[in-house]
């Protein structure tokens, strides 16, 4: 299905795989007379995991927020698949259809079971029909290793179970791209291994990700590219093997050397 998501925003925006997936240009966003992100530009490639780190007020989480146009931006432009973000047309669902989301709380629905909460919106918004949806839906919570959890609801799950619960829930919309923004923040230490874990296998299947994150070992493994912002810009990136051993930024340095 995923695939032919993309064959179908390729004809539609003229876009390829060979292109940059998300392509963020001189990207300013403001709350009242606050100026969270001055400027951003960089690209994600398909396949690519990206994450972004950087101290708290730094525009991170804002900034993923806008790439799913749940923030409008002030100026800029920000593409997926070729198809502008914030166009007035823009058709939202179908955006979110290809772009899932992640948050740090886990926004389950609490009665409803495991199953239901990653059935629903393929089954009440997309209307897809139902039996297609649970066997999808099953499979994926097998894949997020919560098989035997179907039928628990919310409140009789660990934290990083019902997160992994909202990985599926995503995943469920087929999205090309997936958003997460700080999602082993809330956890227990001991749950953000199993989360990690699952992030790491969603990329490891090609999954185009990006990340918000305070989990630097994490970034380092599975990372292709970081980028960290400090002020609403992005003061330094580059791939993990140099980031974090030759950053040359005294920000970043000291950034680094508070949290490693």
């Given at each position: 299905?995923?695939?032919?998501?993309?064959?179908?925003?390729?004809?539609?925006?003229?876009?390829?795989?060979?292109?940059?997936?998300?392509?963020?240009?001189e990207?300013?966003?403001?709350?009242?007379d606050?100026?969270v992100?001055?400027?951003?530009?960089?690209?994600?490639?398909?396949g690519?995991?990206?994450?972004?780190?950087?101290?708290?007020?730094?525009?991170?989480?804002?900034?993923?927020?806008?790439?799913?146009?749940?923030?409008?931006?002030d100026?800029?432009?920000i593409?997926?698949?070729?198809?502008?973000?914030?166009?007035?047309?823009?058709?939202?669902?179908?955006?979110?259809?290809?772009?899932?989301?992640?948050?740090?709380?886990?926004?389950?629905?609490?009665?409803?079971?495991?199953?239901?909460?990653?059935?629903?919106?393929p089954?009440?918004?997309?209307?897809?029909?139902k039996?297609?949806?649970?066997a999808?839906?099953?499979?994926?919570?097998?894949?997020v290793?919560?098989?035997?959890?179907?039928e628990?609801?919310?409140?009789?799950l660990?934290?990083?179970?019902?997160?992994?619960v909202?990985?599926?829930?995503?995943?469920a919309?087929?999205?090309?791209?997936?958003?997460?923004?700080?999602?082993?923040a809330?956890?227990?230490?001991?749950?953000v291994?199993?989360?990690?874990?699952t992030?790491?296998?969603?990329?490891?299947?090609?999954?185009?990700c990006?990340?918000?994150?305070?989990?630097?070992g994490?970034?380092?493994e599975?990372?292709d590219?970081?980028?960290?912002?400090?002020?609403?810009?992005?003061?330094?990136?580059?791939?993990?093997?140099t980031f974090?051993?030759?950053a040359?930024d005294?920000?970043?340095?000291e950034?680094?050397?508070?949290?490693?």
């Amino acid at each position: 299905m995923a695939e032919t998501n993309t064959a179908a925003a390729s004809a539609a925006g003229n876009w390829t795989p060979e292109q940059p997936i998300v392509s963020l240009k001189e990207v300013r966003k403001s709350f009242g007379d606050l100026e969270v992100l001055k400027g951003i530009t960089f690209d994600v490639m398909k396949g690519e995991v990206i994450c972004i780190i950087g101290p708290s007020g730094s525009g991170k989480s804002t900034l993923i927020r806008c790439i799913n146009a749940l923030n409008p931006i002030d100026s800029g432009s920000i593409q997926v698949e070729g198809q502008e973000v914030h166009d007035a047309h823009l058709d939202k669902l179908a955006l979110r259809k290809k772009v899932g989301m992640v948050f740090q709380q886990y926004n389950l629905f609490p009665h409803k079971t495991a199953l239901q909460n990653v059935m629903m919106a393929p089954v009440q918004v997309l209307k897809q029909d139902k039996a297609e949806v649970e066997a999808r839906a099953r499979k994926l919570i097998k894949k997020v290793r919560l098989e035997g959890k179907e039928e628990s609801y919310p409140g009789e799950l660990s934290g990083g179970q019902q997160q992994r619960v909202a990985i599926a829930r995503s995943l469920a919309m087929n999205p090309d791209i997936m958003l997460f923004d700080e999602v082993t923040a809330a956890l227990d230490p001991e749950t953000v291994k199993e989360v990690l874990v699952t992030i790491k296998e969603l990329a490891q299947d090609g999954m185009t990700c990006m990340l918000v994150t305070h989990e630097m070992g994490f970034a380092r493994e599975v990372a292709d590219h970081i980028y960290f912002t400090d002020r609403g810009v992005i003061v330094e990136h580059g791939p993990p093997a140099t980031f974090f051993s030759e950053a040359k930024d005294p920000r970043t340095q000291e950034f680094l050397g508070q949290i490693l």
